[in-house]
């Protein structure tokens, strides 16, 4: 993916959106986001996925997470889709802002862009409190996300971010389920931060490298 990736700071640009102009490090400020894109108004599948993401909305706000949305064309334009939005989902209101890009300038600037097509992509990027880039999902314009696997990934991020990166989440994890303690973390600093105590998995190398523990 060229252009802005992980760790990055995301511009400070100045967007126009559905809720009004601001300028992205404000809204960013004292949250994570969930920033989406989409292709176009009035298509198919971000028809869905704008619809799921508005079904989802209680679930980020459980977790302080703030969404905003783009798409490739005006703020009338995305006034009128959400008309169509919300009567697909069975009145799920779509509360969060989504940023105009009618001229599809402001998408290649956020590295939200499909590299063989040369064109608006299903890009994603969890950005943190910092306007850091912490994750990206690229997809094309031809595949619909998956929002369980946006929150998961949200909650694995909260989660690491918690315990300063010392734990990770292994595959396929759920929130309640045994993480990780990360590599970095020896043995005698692991019994000192998780007084609860971790299990070793015996493994033929005997490294010890595959610790899980329990936190919350
Ligand atoms: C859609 O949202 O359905 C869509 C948008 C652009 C290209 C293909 C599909």
């Keep these: 993916m060229p252009g802005i990736t992980l760790g990055d700071t995301v511009p400070n640009l100045e967007v126009e959106t559905t809720h009004g102009t601001f300028k992205l490090h404000d809204y960013f400020a004292d949250s994570w986001t969930v920033l989406f ?7 198919p599948v971000c028809t869905t996925e704008l619809g799921a993401m508005a079904k989802y909305a209680h679930e980020f706000d459980k977790r302080g997470v703030k969404l905003l949305g783009l798409s490739c064309d005006d703020v009338q334009s995305h006034k009128d889709w959400i008309k169509d939005i919300e009567a697909f989902t069975h009145g799920s209101k779509v509360k969060y802002p989504i940023i105009a890009d009618p001229n599809k300038e402001i998408i290649p600037q956020l590295n939200m862009i499909d590299p063989i097509e040369n064109g608006p992509s299903r890009a994603l990027h969890i950005v943190g409190p910092d306007s850091k880039i912490k994750l990206s999902f690229l997809y094309p314009s031809t595949t619909g996300r998956n ?7 949200l909650d694995s991020l909260l989660m690491a971010s918690k315990h300063n990166n010392k734990i990770a989440t292994p595959v396929n994890w759920k929130p309640d389920e045994p993480v990780v303690i990360s590599p970095g973390v020896s043995d005698e600093e692991a019994k000192k931060m998780f007084p609860q105590g971790f299990k070793t998995a015996d493994l033929p190398s005997k490294k010890g490298y595959l610790r899980h523990t329990e936190v919350s």
């Design 37 to 43: 894109s989409h292709p176009g108004d009035f298509t």
């Design 147 to 153: 929002m369980d696997e946006v929150l998961r990934a």
